[in-house]
């Protein structure tokens, strides 16, 4: 079973994301962090789901200092 986790996109709206169970007690994610998400294909199906996507992918705080500095990616 996977866990819910509240997610908050870049324009500021809030949406529930579906963290799979391959992550549980393995992977923390911190307030202010920042994770990539896929599209579920279940929400698109149910406009009424809150959940909107999956992690696909947590950034570290490398990760998100090579991308800034990538010119047109972040």
Same mark, same amino acid.
């Given at each position: 079973?996977?866990?819910? $986790?509240? %997610?908050? @996109? =870049?324009? #500021?709206?809030? $949406?529930?994301?579906?963290?799979?169970? &391959?992550?549980?007690? &393995?992977?923390? %994610?911190?307030? #202010? +962090?920042? %994770? !990539? !998400?896929? =599209?579920? =294909?279940?929400?698109?199906?149910?406009? +009424?789901?809150? /959940? $909107? #996507?999956?992690?696909?992918? /947590?950034? @570290?705080?490398?990760? %998100? &200092?090579?991308?800034? &500095?990538? =010119? +047109? /990616?972040?």
């Amino acid at each position: 079973m996977a866990a819910q $986790t509240a %997610v908050e @996109y =870049p324009n #500021g709206t809030t $949406t529930l994301c579906m963290m799979p169970a &391959k992550f549980n007690r &393995k992977l923390w %994610v911190r307030r #202010g +962090g920042f %994770v !990539i !998400i896929e =599209p579920s =294909p279940e929400a698109e199906q149910d406009a +009424g789901s809150r /959940v $909107t #996507g999956t992690i696909a992918t /947590v950034l @570290y705080e490398e990760h %998100v &200092k090579q991308l800034k &500095k990538m =010119p +047109g /990616v972040w």
